[in-house]
């Protein structure tokens, strides 16, 4: 039986009656953020973002009664509107690397002949990739050897 994480995941969907760059700006310059984030009456003396992958966002929330409520996150994927949308890119990255993977795979096919007659004539080369990818392998098997386990 497989084990389920104990994730939340929260999902705002709204729709706005502007333009996606004001309400895209809205989202990630702190001084927008700053206007309207968290509930009534409540004020934000401290917000700080930096809109990109990897990039931090902290908000804090004060109450009328004047406890701090502080929001953090990561932008984990960020684009912004002038550049598409993540769908699209994703569909052009996809689409590049088959094109990539199998103008490679050809090229290999096609002179894969050619590549066997070079190797059987400098036999040098056989004997160093053994030896590297030896290497490799083997420093590769230490490293999971002594990476510390992690519960699943």
Avoid at 26 to 51: I, M, N
Avoid at 96 to 108: C, G, M, R, Y
């Amino acid at each position: 039986m497989s084990q389920v994480k104990n994730e939340r995941i929260v999902v705002i969907t709204r729709v706005f009656n502007a333009p996606r760059s004001r309400v895209f700006a809205a989202w990630t310059e702190a001084e927008h953020l700053a206007r309207w984030f968290g509930p009534k009456r409540f004020t934000v003396p401290s917000c700080e973002t930096d809109p990109r992958p990897g990039g931090a966002f902290r908000v804090c929330m004060r109450s009328p009664e004047g406890r701090d409520f502080w929001v953090r996150g990561v932008f984990r994927q960020f684009v912004a509107p002038e550049r598409g949308s993540v769908f699209l890119q994703s569909l052009t990255l996809g689409f590049t690397q088959i094109a990539v993977s199998f103008s490679i795979n050809l090229l290999i096919v096609l002179f894969g002949a050619a590549l066997a007659a070079w190797f059987a004539q400098h036999r040098l080369w056989l004997v160093v990739q053994r030896y590297v990818m030896g290497f490799v392998l083997g420093a590769l098997a230490v490293r999971l050897a002594l990476e510390p386990r992690r519960a699943a």
